[in-house]
């Protein structure tokens, strides 16, 4: 086919792909190079720049709650983690096959976090597993159709000294409780704040109607060292434990540089 007809054909195809309606597309906005008075602006806000280590947190109010103090599910669900309970549990989870754990998961993780501040967008680096969470908080709005993701989609902004983040849109990946999948209207709101300079409260709220009875919400507190650094986590390096398809864990207990027999 001549190069110029195929051109042709494929610009034709992303315009009839535009004109019925790309979410990813027609929702995000476009990219702007940061003014000084965005930065500017930036500097008035509270001061989360650092590495965070996670203390200790629990539940509290929130709505109804199960017997453990966890979510409580609406009958449909609740028959399904019970049925979860009483089937052998597998001996590992899909982590150790380097599978990060989705949200609100990978915030509870016992390894730190650095945030980072720029103009419409909070930067989160998570040790654990190497990852990256990034927060908009350029004015865009929740996607309506969002696109599956362990993290999900978070807009975020701020009410006065307390950024707000709501995120939409998880993958299959991510599970209330084992046996327990989540709806398609689950939504994760947290709200970060200082309560003092090296102290932050993360309050996360969980709401997911038809699989939920109500929102619940836990606290936890994390602590700034400011002489800390993020390490390198290279999960699939030199890992030895893993786990199959039925939830068998295995080990690899072969000395390193030694050929497999």
Not at 27 to 51: H, M, N
Not at 64 to 77: D, E
Not at 131 to 157: A, M, N, W
């Amino acid at each position: 086919m001549d190069n110029r007809k195929l051109a042709s054909q494929l610009a034709g195809a992303v315009l009839l792909a535009a004109a019925a309606g790309w979410p990813a597309l027609a929702q995000q906005p476009i990219y702007k190079a940061p003014t000084a008075a965005d930065w500017s602006a930036l500097a008035k806000l509270p001061d989360f720049s650092g590495v965070w280590e996670r203390g200790g947190g629990g539940g509290r109010g929130g709505g109804a709650r199960g017997r453990s103090g966890g979510p409580s599910f609406t009958p449909q669900y609740e028959a399904m983690r019970a049925a979860a309970v009483r089937t052998p549990q597998p001996e590992d989870n899909t982590t150790a096959n380097c599978l990060p754990p989705g949200m609100p998961g990978i915030m509870g993780q016992p390894y730190p976090m650095e945030f980072l501040l720029t103009p419409g967008k909070v930067t989160i680096v998570i040790e654990a597993y190497t990852q990256v969470r990034h927060i908009f908080t350029d004015g865009r709005s929740l996607p309506d159709e969002p696109d599956p993701k362990f993290f999900g989609t978070s807009i975020g902004h701020w009410e006065g000294d307390t950024l707000v983040a709501e995120t939409v849109g998880f993958s299959d990946h991510v599970q209330h409780a084992r046996g327990v999948p989540h709806g398609d209207k689950m939504k994760i709101v947290e709200r970060f704040r200082l309560t003092d300079p090296d102290t932050m409260s993360i309050e996360t709220t969980i709401s997911d109607p038809g699989v939920l009875q109500a929102p619940y919400t836990t606290t936890a507190s994390l602590r700034r060292h400011r002489n800390w650094t993020i390490s390198e986590y290279i999960c699939e390096e030199n890992n030895r434990n893993s786990v199959d398809p039925s939830g068998k864990a295995g080990i690899d207990v072969t000395p390193p540089g030694t050929t497999k027999k």
